[in-house]
């Protein structure tokens, strides 16, 4: 069975590294930063060596091409993202652009001839820290964001995206222009799992199923500004107590299986005196579920409670995100978990709690995600830790899969399909 070059595969990882490292293991890499752009560069410097074709598309997705027999097979894609949370760790994203570069990497090594080009695609902006939203560039190139809406986006110092991104293409060297939206036959994403399930059942590596949905709420809690020691209990409209209410009324509703993701992560409170009772408050409401219908049943929950709140106060409840779960391609799926088997790895299946480009991917074409584990679940840190012996089995079961979704979009009879030239 192929295998792709383990110790290759590490070096590179250390690599790239050193791209923003933290000095306690993580980096901070933020989108089209200088240092992500370094991470790039080599990465193409590496495409380049091996005679891969390189082109970006007008998000600045970039895509890493091993070339197929046939001029008229689409691709079969894989891909991750460089950027990092500001500070994260040094897997989230990384990981699965290695995995992919080095399948790459190793078909070549091994002359592997497919009809299919096959592809590795580093996603712009995937965390979304420096510019909003997240999965940025996977949703322009997939169509569900406008380029020119991506491109305005500011971070904190007023850069905007088009500009940003200008500057980063500039010292990546010659690339070749590709479309939005471009074709493609099949899409695998390989990446940590973020959470602590592969960890605590001792496996190598996830099938993931799908991935949970998203309703994100902005509140806002009118009361009414009074003095703290001069106005009594039944003249108080104190916003903050309001909103203290209607938070344990919500989590109260909500919380009512595992698979519920409720989390208030930003409250504001106004004006913000010691010795003033607030008159305003804003806080967030970010709502995940892995099933649709559960999701929908639970965003009118919110509706319903946030409309029967205590203590005089005035609640305006928006929803500013919705994003509905999506389950991958079950031929796809299939498709991992036969690997894993063929390979005689223990896997199971299991549903992403964090978004990725995949999800965007999903809308174009069928696709699936591969999840390793990483230490007591913990990512967006410096303490992110994912082993050299489950990154490396996770790197084979893409390698493997991807030749079998290769073998299968070949033409020819079966022994034709899959040659080494
Ligand atoms: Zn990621």
């Known amino acids: 069975m192929l295998t792709i070059d383990a110790q290759r595969f590490m070096r590179r990882h250390e690599s790239l590294a050193k791209w923003g490292a933290t000095g306690k293991g993580g980096v901070n890499r933020p989108a089209l930063s200088a240092d992500?752009?370094?991470?790039?560069?080599?990465?193409?410097?590496?495409?380049?060596?091996?005679?891969?074709?390189?082109?970006?598309?007008?998000?600045?997705?970039?895509?890493?091409?091993?070339?197929?027999?046939?001029?008229?097979?689409l691709p079969i894609r894989m891909g991750s993202h460089l950027d990092s949370q500001m500070p994260g760790g040094n897997y989230d994203g990384v990981y699965g652009v290695?995995?992919?570069?080095?399948?790459?990497?190793?078909l070549e090594d091994n002359a592997v001839a497919f009809d299919a080009p096959l592809e590795l695609i580093v996603w712009n902006n995937e965390e979304g820290c420096r510019f909003s939203p997240t999965t940025m560039g996977s949703?322009?190139?997939?169509?569900?964001?406008?380029?020119?809406?991506?491109?305005?986006?500011?971070?904190?110092?007023?850069?905007?995206?088009?500009?940003?991104?200008?500057?980063?293409?500039?010292?990546?060297?010659?690339?070749?222009?590709?479309?939005l939206g471009s074709p493609c036959s099949g899409y695998i994403e390989a990446h940590i799992e973020q959470g602590p399930r592969l960890e605590a059942l001792g496996l190598s590596v996830g099938v993931v199923s799908g991935i949970q949905g998203i309703a994100q709420f902005v509140f806002e809690v009118e009361g009414e500004e009074a003095h703290a020691g001069t106005t009594p209990r039944d003249k108080r409209k104190d916003a903050l107590r309001g909103a203290i209410n209607l938070v344990e009324d919500?989590?109260?509703?909500?919380?009512?299986?595992?698979?519920?993701?409720?989390?208030?992560?930003?409250?504001?409170v106004a004006p913000g005196a010691i010795n003033t009772v607030p008159a305003k408050v804003v806080f967030t409401v970010d709502l995940r579920h892995p099933d649709s219908e559960e999701l929908a049943r639970l965003v009118q929950v919110v509706q319903v409670v946030s409309s029967s709140l205590r203590l005089r106060c005035r609640v305006h409840c928006r929803q500013i995100l919705n994003s509905p779960p999506i389950k991958f391609?079950?031929?796809?799926?299939?498709?991992?978990?036969?690997?894993?088997?063929?390979?005689?790895?223990?896997?199971?299946?299991?549903?992403?709690?964090?978004?990725?480009?995949?999800?965007?991917?999903?809308?174009?074409?069928?696709?699936g995600m591969i999840f390793i584990p990483c230490r007591d679940g913990i990512s967006h840190s410096d303490r992110e830790y994912a082993s050299a012996q489950d990154m490396i089995q996770g790197a084979n079961i893409l390698l493997a899969s991807i030749v079998r979704l290769a073998d299968l979009t070949s033409v020819g009879t079966s022994d034709q399909k899959h040659e080494r030239v």
């Not at 590496?46 to 998000?59: C, E, K, Q, S």
């Not at 995206?161 to 070749?176: D, N």
């Not at 391609?329 to 088997?341: K, P, Q, Y």
């Open 36 to 73: 992500e752009t370094g991470a790039r560069r080599e990465l193409l410097d590496w495409a380049r060596t091996r005679g891969f074709a390189i082109y970006v598309d007008p998000i600045g997705n970039l895509f890493v091409r091993r070339q197929g027999r046939s001029a008229n097979a």
């Open 98 to 106: 290695l995995a992919a570069f080095e399948v790459l990497e190793t």
């Open 139 to 179: 949703a322009v190139h997939a169509g569900s964001l406008p380029l020119e809406q991506a491109l305005c986006a500011v971070d904190s110092e007023g850069v905007t995206v088009g500009r940003a991104l200008e500057r980063s293409l500039h010292l990546l060297g010659s690339l070749t222009p590709v479309d």
């Open 250 to 268: 919500l989590a109260l509703a909500i919380e009512h299986d595992d698979d519920v993701r409720f989390t208030v992560g930003k409250f504001e």
């Open 329 to 367: 391609d079950a031929a796809v799926t299939a498709v991992i978990s036969e690997s894993c088997a063929k390979a005689g790895i223990d896997t199971m299946t299991l549903p992403s709690g964090a978004t990725h480009d995949a999800k965007h991917m999903a809308e174009l074409c069928p696709s």
